[in-house]
Each structure stands twice: as structure tokens, then as C-alpha cells.
């Protein structure tokens, strides 16, 4: 008798407005909704400061969407405002390289001050056949549209990629910080691979360096060090180069 197909995980998240939990499939419904209501309920002074233009962003990895994101981000931000978003919530480990592809168009990040040397990017684009890249200073009501869908890498070498979609566009009559997380997935269900019990950490084994997801208890029966170990978190780059999630908020 064949063995029986192991369910498939449904994604879950919750709305950071209300604090209810759905399914990955209806919390964008319910966000259109749940923000409605959160509106109608509070008076604006429309004399206080015009109308802000807002995008609502949803972002997900690319090949591994049980990881995903509803986000709310002003118009006026740039493309640098949310890749360092980006970076502080899943990604940051060494200071990689990124970039967002929208169109044929390729929006790199640089440094604090750059890298000192102008030439660096045509040599790099000549290297890797790229095509010439432009600053992430540009701001998302030049680049971004309702229904617009584009790409988003970090670090060059072990990639993460990301897919972002432009889902819809509104304005508010009070300005407020940047960005603000509408929705976010629940931790994925990840069990250790010795004993089946939740998994804490992502450990490199034998001398292939292969990867397995361990729990505490079996990474000290396995005699698993501090430096083959990575903490398991809620980021499509667990377990990738030197992630922790140390930087996420």
C-alpha cells in the first residue's frame, strides 16, 4: 500500500489591525475590509496636511511562499526605503549586494558613501553580463503602479529572491511614518528531522555539509556545535550564509 501524501501546510498570518488570523488566500480580502472600517471610525482634520498617497505591497518569496508579507508604504518613499525595510525584517546577514528589477530596469543598492570607485559597476555588469543598473534613490510613485509585479535579490552569491506585487493605491488625509507590516505569515510548522518534534535550529551534518532542521534536545545527542548551527526563523533566508534574524522587528 503506497504511503499517504503528507498534508499540505496552508499558510497563515494575522492582521496587525484587528489581530485576527486567516488563511495566506483570504487576509488580503479581509484587509481591504478590516482597513475600511479602521477608517470610516477615525476624523481627519482636512486642514491639518494634504492628502498621502500610499501603495499596498504584497511580498512574498520566490520559491517558498509560505513566506509573505501585506505591507502599506508612502508613495513618497524610495526604493532604498524598502529594500532596507526588507533587509531588517528577512534578510540582513554581511552587507550583500541587492537590487529590484522592474521592467527592463535594474535598481542597485550601494553602501554609506558608495564603494569609491565609479567603474565598479560597469566591471561587475561586463563580469556577469547584467545589464546597466541605476540607483535605488528613486522614489515609488516614478517607478511603481496598481498591478505592477517585480523582483527583488538579495545577495548575489546565495540569492534570496523576492516577488512584489503593487495590489492596490489609496491616500490618507494624515501623514504617518513610511511603511507599516498590514499582514505577515505565522511561523511555518518545521519539524527536526531526527525526532520529529519542532525544529529550533538549522545545523550543517557530516562531512557533505548537508543541512537538516534539529531541535535543541537532539542537536546535544548529535553532539552539534554552536558553529554548525543557525536559529530557525520566520525568513525565507533561514539557514542561508550568516542569517539570525538578529536585525528583524
Known amino acids: 500500500m503506497p504511503a499517504a501524501k503528507p498534508k499540505r501546510q496552508i499558510s497563515r498570518g494575522s492582521c496587525t489591525l484587528c489581530g485576527k488570523e486567516f488563511s495566506r488566500n483570504k487576509i488580503g480580502l479581509h484587509l481591504e475590509e478590516c482597513w475600511t472600517n479602521l477608517t470610516i471610525k477615525e476624523e481627519h482634520d482636512p486642514r491639518t496636511l494634504a492628502p498621502t498617497r500610499f501603495f499596498r505591497l504584497f511580498v512574498e518569496a520566490r520559491d517558498d511562499p509560505k513566506y509573505w508579507l501585506h505591507l502599506d508604504i508612502r508613495a513618497d518613499a524610495t526604493l532604498e526605503d524598502l529594500d532596507d525595510f526588507l533587509r531588517r525584517t528577512w534578510l540582513e546577514c554581511c552587507g550583500h549586494l541587492s537590487a529590484f528589477t522592474i521592467g527592463e530596469t535594474r535598481y542597485r543598492w550601494e553602501p554609506p558613501g ?37 523582483e527583488y535579490e538579495y545577495d548575489f552569491g546565495s540569492t534570496t529572491e523576492l516577488k512584489l506585487r503593487v495590489l492596490s493605491e489609496h491616500e490618507e488625509p494624515t501623514r504617518r511614518r513610511n511603511l507599516r507590516v498590514l499582514a505577515r505569515n505565522d511561523p511555518p510548522y518545521t519539524p527536526c528531522l531526527e525526532c520529529g518534534h519542532p525544529a529550533d535550529w538549522i545545523g ?19 553532539g552539534f556545535g554552536d558553529a554548525q548551527l543557525l536559529p530557525l526563523v520566520n525568513s525565507p533566508r533561514t539557514g542561508v550564509c550568516g542569517y539570525t534574524g538578529v536585525l528583524e522587528e
Not at 569609491?116 to 516614478?142: K, Y
Open 114 to 150: 558608495g564603494f569609491g570607485d565609479d567603474d565598479f559597476f560597469d566591471r561587475l555588469d561586463d563580469v556577469f553580463a547584467m545589464p546597466r543598473e541605476i540607483r535605488m534613490d528613486a522614489a515609488l510613485a516614478d517607478t511603481l503602479s496598481t498591478g505592477l509585479q517585480f
Open 204 to 222: 550543517t551534518y557530516g562531512d557533505s555539509y548537508e543541512t537538516r532542521t534539529i531541535c535543541d534536545a537532539c542537536t546535544e545527542k548529535k
